[in-house]
């Protein structure tokens, strides 16, 4: 699944080419991507609104329309791409938003788990997806006090609670992975127990691997692709993550990278550097 860094990339791809383009008239081929309103209000209202602007809330990206946001969630294969109208549709190409300059944008999604909401301006903070969601990794108000109050009632594994969007939005299975061994934390310890200084790791290691995300256009291990295709490169980065059990080693201690199951995630981690504690 698409997590901050790639979707940050999509956005400022997506933004390179949208901004200012008017949509004129908006093909929906899968009406279960339209969570928000009926397909056939979301059809009508987003014909002649221009694109004022690509924006990006947690996971979600938001095309800033003239009286609305078109809140977009990639889920786990949803992808952009530019097409012309002489190009042939794709069994898997869901959504067409038909552009005034005569191209198509086109939403593929192989597993047809994505979803669109069309949300007037003025109800943003008030209904729909992004009502819930927590703090920006880079938000001022992100700090250890912010998050101590928000873990002291939870007996979760840290794992399981660094995933949850209600607290710091944009952390995947990926990056918690990473946020964690840079913090030297075991994704087993109870998010009650983390301490101050654990959890001045986790906002400086989460700002410091999606930055670095980020700059290399997010992380394909599997299908994840920006804009029209293109693959990001931090998979290369990765220390733990994704890593052979059998083959491959930590890079701090030289231990065997383990791989557990926390809450049904795929988790990874080096049992000596993150001892449960």
Known sequence: MPELPEVETVKE????RLNNKKIIRTRVLWDNIIAYPSKEEFIKETANQCINDVKRRGKFLMFDLDDYYLLSHLRMEGKYF???K???INKHEHVIFDLD??????YMDTRKFGKMYLIKKEDIDKIGPLVELGLEPWDENLTSEYLLDKYKKKKLPIKSVLLEQSIIVGIGNIYADEILFLSQINPLKKCNLITKEEAENIIKYTRKVLEAAIEKGGTTIRTYSSVDGVHGLFQNELFVHGKDKDKDNCPTCNTKIEKIKVGGRGTYYCPKCQTLQ
């Open 82 to 84: 530019f097409k012309t």
């Open 13 to 16: 791809s997506l933004k390179l």
């Open 101 to 106: 300059d005569g191209s198509e944008l086109r």
């Open 86 to 88: 002489d190009d042939d």
